[in-house]
């Protein structure tokens, strides 16, 4: 996530050095669950390095909701679980006592602010698609937003350079690996996309591959969200 206000100003500003040394630091290797649902810590944390997936797990499938990087503020007491993407390094601290550190570093509570509601805003988007959107649509949709954020334009398009395997993707959208995977090669079969190389897509015209979510030519996927009645 990122956001306008940075965390590592009040980290670097010597008048809250007290403070932040009750802070415990913790290095993270690659695919180590920081914390999960079922925990019973009630602690904040600073991302200083690296790069967290939030997600939540139902029935053995995995529903990514967001991500957190370098200045990002979380809580262990979310119910949700937390694993680290990319190796790096947190700080952690008793909730009561960053409870204190809001009332005596304003600054700090805007920091908080804008870190937590650009969570919630992005795992509002994950629901919607869910709900209201089918595979297809979530796919594109992920293709468009990680353009928008990490595209470059060159001479034929939008070349997207990201670091999602398929799994990361479909775990991303809530579908399966085959069901991406399927449908991402569709995409591709279509002239609508070209692998580059694993992490490099080209994507020709967004304005394109935006009207082909609207197309009716879904791939099934093993699994569909209730929105009411019996199975």
């Known amino acids: 996530m990122s956001h306008c206000f940075s965390l590592f100003d009040i980290l670097e500003n010597p008048e809250h050095d007290e403070f932040f040394r009750s802070f415990t630091s913790r ?3 690659e695919r180590e669950i920081v914390c999960d649902a079922n925990t019973s810590e009630n602690t904040v944390f ?3 390095a690296g790069e967290l997936r939030v997600y ?10 967001f991500f957190l990087g370098p200045g990002d503020v979380f809580s262990t007491h ?14 952690s601290t008793s909730l009561d006592n960053f409870k204190q550190a809001l009332v005596r570093i304003p600054c700090l509570s805007i920091s908080v602010i804008a870190s937590l509601c650009q969570g919630l805003g992005n795992a509002v988007h994950v629901i919607e698609g869910l709900v209201f959107r089918d595979v297809k649509h979530r796919l594109i949709r992920f293709l468009v937003d990680v ?11 939008t070349v997207v350079n990201h670091d999602f395997s398929t799994e990361d993707i479909a775990t991303i959208i809530g579908s399966t690996r085959q069901s991406t995977s399927l449908i991402l090669n569709k995409l ?10 694993r992490h490099h897509l080209l994507i020709h015209d967004i304005a394109a591959l935006k009207a082909a979510a609207e197309s009716e030519d879904e791939v099934p996927d093993t699994w569909k969200p209730r929105t009411g009645g019996h199975p």
Do not use: Q
Not at 56 to 65: A, H, K
């Open 27 to 29: 290095k993270i290797r």
């Open 46 to 48: 600073v991302v200083l």
């Open 56 to 65: 939540v797990s139902y029935e053995g499938r995995e529903f990514t909701l």
């Open 78 to 91: 979310s119910r949700m679980i937390v694993e680290a993407k990319k190796p790096g390094e947190i700080l």
């Open 147 to 157: 353009a928008a954020e990490k595209g470059h334009a060159v001479e034929g398009g």
């Open 188 to 197: 591709i079969k279509d002239g609508h996309l070209t692998r580059l190389s």
